[in-house]
């Protein structure tokens, strides 16, 4: 996070400020010391106004969470895995055959799920 001597309610512009010449003012500070500014629309906040820096610094620190994240996830099914080791297993086809599924009831679902 952004460390400031700004207060929160410092930071909250409404966007009429850009239009009023203090554009320059404003991004001069974001780059310069390094503050963040929240952007009112009809009072409500709208967007954020981060230097290009920070900007980089948080995408890196997200992709570094996703990935420790993703390493988390692997390691609690692993740990499963390890869990279920000798436990008898219930193959897929038997599985969906005692829940009253059929394999082409799958396939057409499967057909009306977009995963993005």
Do not use: H
């Not at 512009?13 to 009023?20: D, M």
């Not at 780059?31 to 906040?45: G, S, V």
């Amino acid at each position: 996070m952004l460390e400031s001597i700004v207060s929160f309610t410092d930071r909250l512009i409404p966007i009429s400020v850009f239009s009023q010449g203090k554009a320059s003012q404003i991004i001069n500070e974001v780059f310069e010391k390094n503050i963040e500014y929240i952007i009112l629309k009809n009072n409500l906040p709208t967007a954020v106004l981060v230097s290009v820096e920070e900007y980089k610094k948080q995408l890196e620190e997200i992709a570094s969470l996703r990935k420790q994240l993703e390493k988390m996830d692997e390691m609690r099914l692993l740990t499963l895995a390890a869990m279920r080791k000798g436990q008898p297993m219930t193959a897929f086809e038997d599985l969906i055959a005692e829940e009253g599924i059929n394999l082409e009831e799958i396939a057409t679902l499967s057909e009306s799920v977009e995963i993005e």
